[in-house]
């Protein structure tokens, strides 16, 4: 009997005949999934409860892979189990296609001006005025990964360009570190319904980190945007633009201090160490990542999560240790909240509201300075942050919103 089903068979299949089940990670399935397919482990298929054995089951993953095995097994214990061919990439590049191009890119446009413009384009616009990320006679690469946050990217830089009050010109990198032949064409495709006009440039970044045993992902991100700097210049660019939203911003400053002890936080903008003259910007610093989800869903667009090739046998990429710093920190921030809605701002302020005579030690430009430096100079208070009551300090916390 087949084991598997093609997407052109499986889109015959009559309404209540199967169950779509989608066995990839909850990370992965968060980034988008096929609609109506049903979240479980493939370790938990068998114990999970939810398969009805008189439907058939569907069984997808990313790209067909694993979901052979797991149909497999479904099958020995008798089920009418099959594997989607091609896996939720497959459904994903079908979907797009689907889609007019020209028509349908007006309307995610419009609504980065309409629905979306109070939550997306201001918060977009007042990043680059307050932290001056946008100078007369930049020449700035849009760095896109495929992934929601640089593709919201590159269409605010596009809209920018209709408004802007000074000349700066904009290219749209896509620089390819060896991507799956299925993740780069999801990217060209996207790209091709967004109108955005990329230059891809080639490298052989994953080949290099693959037989790494040791933080591979971290080496690649170093080494992408060491590449991204040098594109970009090639290019004629002084600026690069990465997609690091608000949520990266906070989750960061957490992490730095519950993980390495240290405060410190994401910059709106840096100096690049080792290209002189370039500078690396970050536009989405005031966008929330549930606006960036909701203008994507609005829009009914599919990204992929890590355009990396070896995302479905990467022991680092999938490993939950590797992984779950930040997702730990994402649910203790999400904890926090309910408590206090304003906590993800009272994060984002609390660097922007350093007292540094209320703290004992801090570094600037390579240098530690102690509080006992200049103790004996100053007049030291008792009005300490530790004295202050609860409601004293979140009054003054709304006083600063």
Same mark, same amino acid.
């Given at each position: ?16 005949? +199967?169950?779509?089940?989608?066995? @990839? ?30 439907? #058939? ?39 797009? #296609? /689907?889609?007019?191009?020209?028509? +349908? ?20 616009? #007042?990043?680059?005025? $307050? =932290? ?25 830089? /596009? ?8 000349? !700066?010109?904009? %290219? ?20 091709? @319904? ?12 994953? $080949? ?6 040791? &933080? ?12 991204? =700097? &040098? ?15 608000? *949520? ?44 960036? %989800?909701?203008?994507? *869903?609005?829009?009914?667009?599919? !990204?992929?999560?890590?355009?990396? %090739? ?27 909240? /309910? ?5 993800? &701002? ?10 540094? &005579? ?6 600037? $430009? ?6 006992? *430096?200049? =103790? *004996? ?16 300090? /979140? ?7």
């Amino acid at each position: 009997m087949k084991n598997s089903i093609s997407l052109e068979e499986f889109k015959l299949l009559p309404a209540g005949s +199967y169950q779509l089940i989608d066995i @990839r990670g909850e990370e992965e399935i968060a980034h988008g999934a096929i609609p109506g397919a049903v979240a479980i482990p493939q370790d938990a298929l068998l114990e999970n409860g939810q398969l009805d054995r008189t439907k #058939k089951q569907v069984i997808c993953c990313s790209r067909g892979k694993f979901s052979v095995e797991a149909a497999e097994e479904l099958a020995e214990e008798g089920y009418d189990a099959v594997s989607l061919e091609g896996g939720y990439i497959a459904w994903l590049l079908d979907t797009v #296609k /689907q889609q007019e191009a020209e028509d +349908y890119c007006k309307e995610v446009e419009k609504s980065i001006r309409k629905k979306f413009r109070k939550t997306i384009w201001c918060r977009f616009v #007042k990043a680059v005025k $307050d =932290y001056e990320l946008v100078k007369p006679g930049d020449r700035i690469a849009v760095c896109i990964s495929g992934g929601k946050d640089s593709m919201l990217m590159a269409k605010l830089f /596009q809209e920018l360009l209709l408004h802007h009050k000074f000349d !700066f010109t904009v %290219k749209f990198l896509v620089m390819d570190p060896g991507y799956s032949p299925a993740n780069r064409q999801v990217i060209e495709e996207n790209a091709r @319904r967004l109108q955005i006009p990329i230059k891809i440039y080639e490298s052989d970044i994953f $080949d290099s980190v693959y037989t790494i045993e040791k &933080s591979p992902c971290y080496l690649c991100a170093r080494m992408r945007r060491g590449h991204l =700097y &040098s594109f970009a210049k090639e290019m004629g660019c002084n600026k690069i633009a990465l997609g690091h939203h608000f *949520d990266d911003v906070i989750e960061t400053i957490l992490m730095g201090m519950l993980y390495g002890g240290q405060v410190q936080t994401m910059m709106p903008k840096l100096h690049s160490t080792n290209f002189e003259g370039m500078e690396l910007i970050r536009p989405l610093y005031l966008i929330r990542e549930d606006d960036i %989800k909701a203008w994507r *869903d609005y829009n009914d667009l599919h !990204f992929i999560q890590c355009a990396c %090739k070896f995302t479905d046998t990467c022991t680092t990429c999938n490993n939950n240790e590797n992984r779950s710093k930040r997702v730990e920190i994402k649910e203790l921030i999400k904890t926090l909240k /309910q408590v206090n809605p304003f906590v993800e &701002s009272n994060i984002f302020r609390s660097v922007e509201n350093v007292n540094l &005579s209320t703290v004992v030690a801090y570094k600037k $430009d390579g240098v530690k300075h102690h509080f006992l *430096d200049n =103790y *004996d100079d100053v007049v030291q208070t008792e009005n300490e942050p530790g004295m202050q009551s609860g409601a004293e300090i /979140q009054m003054q916390s709304e006083e600063t919103r």
